[in-house]
């Protein structure tokens, strides 16, 4: 990626989204105090639901690119789809998830709870995983791609895994 201008890289957009984040989360709590709380809190649900679309879609765009022939114009395309939602909607969005959910949990007061401690275990589990799907995409734009699409079918249940346990942590908290 030498030859990507630093404003288009993944690690400047993700800055970015943790200035503009933690910037607006402030502007809120400074303008409307205690009402920003549930402001806060619904855009973290938007994020999370944004993070997990990304995290549904891209194995699954592995999938079908895995069993695309290298350098065909359908695995130029897939480069370029991967390469969008990871960068433009899936990171930003995992940034966004992980700025508010923090500001969230200290607001909150649960830093004790015992549900939240293995929220955070999936969350962390969830942002590995979110790397090594990075990574993947990297290996496909540069034709290293060594994995069959059954490894990508199996990859793509593990989300969906991880959002019921997170799920069921934050609405039951069931210790």
Known sequence: MADTPVSKSPAFRAGASLVIT???????????????????????VIAVIAWMAGMLY?????????????????????????????????????????VLGLWLAWRSGFWTAPWLHAKFTLVLVLSGLHGYLSAATRRFREDRNTKPARHWRIINEVPTVLMIGIVILVVVKPF
């Open 58 to 98: 891209l194995p699954r765009l592995f999938v079908y690119h895995a069993d695309t022939p290298v350098g065909s114009p359908q695995s130029e395309t897939f480069k370029i789809m991967e390469g969008r939602l990871l960068n433009y909607i899936t990171t930003p969005a995992m940034v966004v998830t992980w």
């Open 22 to 44: 933690a910037a607006a989360a402030a502007a809120l709590i400074f303008v409307m105090g205690d009402a920003a709380y549930l402001w806060i809190k619904a855009v973290h």
